[in-house]
């Protein structure tokens, strides 16, 4: 996978949003990202690739709300990083990059693993993506079930039992700040007795923190 930096401008009329992203950010925090975007003129750079279908076109596989709040504004042009990625690459990112924000919508997020399970079993998914092998085995489960009643719709009527999406929480420390942080995660962690990934592992820690602090204030 080729990652160049230089940054392109592309007409927005160009652009056009991978039809397996199943990630959506709430009104709210959309309409903070299209008024900071309106306001200061500054964004993070679209990532797009080549149009596998469309001679000329972009597909986005990062940053749809993004290309969505300025065409709302009414620009012509978005800043993007074109990268050069396969279909494959492209899902993986799919999954990884669009959780920094907003949330996935689950009947999406059922059809790009159903793809994606194609090439991947659970297992490798699981280090491939930010969901545990767990959830991929519930969202295969249901891909499944959905086959059998034939769509979504009639299956969300009556699930056999709710799903969890992970959400995800992004924010940056200073050296020292990283250093506290990682201590104390690391004492939490050697608390917890179950077998877990790195990641299940992390988000149990801070959570146990949080929770102990919680109860001393």
Same mark, same amino acid.
């Given at each position: 996978m080729h990652i160049p930096k230089t940054i392109i401008r592309i007409p927005i009329d160009r652009l056009f949003g991978h039809p397996e992203n199943p990630n959506k950010m709430n009104r709210s925090s959309y309409e903070k990202l299209k008024r900071h975007i309106g306001q200061t003129h500054n964004y993070e750079p679209l990532i797009v690739r080549r149009h596998p279908d469309i001679e000329g076109g972009f597909e986005i596989i990062n940053g749809h709300h993004r290309a969505q709040a300025l065409g709302e504004l009414g620009e012509s042009f978005a800043d993007c990083v074109e990268w050069d990625v396969d279909d494959?690459?492209?899902?993986? $990112?799919?999954?990884?990059?669009?959780r920094l924000g907003g949330k996935d919508r689950l009947d999406a997020?059922?059809?790009?693993?159903?793809?994606?399970?194609?090439?991947?079993?659970?297992?490798? $998914?699981?280090k491939l993506l930010p969901d545990t092998k767990t959830v991929i085995e519930k969202l295969k489960s249901i891909e499944s079930q959905i086959q059998n009643e034939q769509s979504f719709s009639a299956w969300a009527k009556s699930p056999p039992y709710k799903i969890e999406m992970p959400n995800s929480i992004v924010f940056f420390l200073n050296d020292e700040q990283m250093r506290i942080v990682e201590a104390a995660m690391n004492i939490a962690t050697k608390a917890?007795?179950?077998?877990?990934?790195?990641?299940?592992e992390r988000a149990k820690a801070i959570t146990r923190i949080a929770g102990e602090w919680m109860g001393k204030n």
């Open positions: 494959d690459q492209a899902r993986i $990112l799919l999954a990884t990059l669009n997020k059922i059809n790009l693993i159903k793809n994606m399970s194609e090439k991947f079993n659970s297992k490798e $998914l699981a917890q007795r179950h077998k877990e990934t790195k990641a299940e």
